[in-house]
C-alpha cells in the first residue's frame, strides 16, 4: 500500500550562485530589501545614536554635528558621510512604508496577487521618490 | 515506536525559535509604536520656526517625548531583536555559530540603547 504513494517532493533554500536566475515579482524585490534595509539600519545604529549625541548634547557638539556633514569628520569625508545617510533615508523609508503594507494586508486580509503586486510597485515607487526628496535637500539641492 | 526520524526528547532540534505569536505581535506593536512616534516628530520638526540646536534640545527636553522617546527607543531593540533572530535563523545553520551571533546581537543593542537613553535623560 505504501508503494502507491510517489515520491514526496523535496524543496530546499536556493543556493547563492541562483539568486541571479530568478525573477522574482514586485513583492519579492520589497521582501528581501525589508530584510536588508532591516539589516543596515542595525549595523548602522551606533552612527544614528552618536547623531543624536552630538546633535542634542550642547551647541559647542551641535556645531560638530553641522560641520560633520560640510567638512567631514575625522577621516570621514563629508561627501561619503552624506551617503551614507542618504542609504539610511532610503532604508528607513522603505522599512517604513514596507511595514506599514504589512499591517495593512494583516488587518483587511488584502492578500490577493493584484492587491499585493499594486502594493508592492507602490511602497518601491514611494520609497524611492521619498528618498529623492528628502537626499536632494542633504546635499544642498534646495 | 522510535525512529531515527523522531526529533523529539532528547533528539529534539535546537532551533531557538518559539514558532509563537508573541514574537510576530511584538515585532507589529513596536512597528506601529514606532510609526506613531515617526509621526509625531515629524509634525513638530516641520511646525514652528527654522530648525537649530535650541529647538531641536527643546523637542526632546519635553517630559513627555523624553517618556515618548524612551518607549520608541526600547521598542527599536525589541523590534530589531525578533528581526535579526529570524535572518540568523534563515541563514545560518551550525548552532554554535547561530547562538554567537544572536549574544553579540544582544550585545550591540543592549549596548545602543542605553548610550541612547544616556543622551535622552542627560538633557
Known sequence: ?142 | MASSNDTFGSKRLVVGAHYGLRDWLSQRVTAALMTLYTLVLVVQLIAGPKLGYVRWAAIFSQQWMRFATFVVIVALAWHAWVGLRDIWMDYIKPVWLRLTLQVATIVWLVGCTGWAVQVLWRL
Open chain 1, 1 to 142: 500500500m505504501a508503494d502507491d504513494h510517489k515520491p514526496r517532493p523535496v524543496y530546499t533554500n536556493i543556493h547563492v550562485s541562483q539568486i541571479v536566475a530568478y525573477r522574482l515579482p514586485p513583492a519579492g524585490v520589497v521582501s528581501i530589501l525589508h530584510r536588508i534595509s532591516g539589516a543596515l539600519m542595525f549595523l548602522l545604529l551606533p552612527l544614528v545614536v552618536w547623531l543624536l549625541d552630538v546633535s542634542l548634547t550642547s551647541e559647542v557638539s551641535y556645531e560638530r554635528f553641522s560641520s560633520a556633514f560640510v567638512a567631514g569628520i575625522g577621516i570621514v569625508p563629508a561627501f561619503l558621510l552624506k551617503l551614507v545617510m542618504l542609504a539610511l533615508i532610503w532604508a528607513f523609508l522603505h522599512h517604513l512604508i514596507a511595514g506599514v503594507r504589512h499591517l495593512w494586508m494583516d488587518a483587511t486580509h488584502s492578500v490577493s496577487l493584484q492587491q499585493g503586486r499594486i502594493s508592492a510597485l507602490i511602497t518601491l515607487g514611494s520609497s524611492i521618490a521619498l528618498t529623492v526628496v528628502l537626499g536632494a535637500k542633504l546635499f544642498g539641492l534646495y
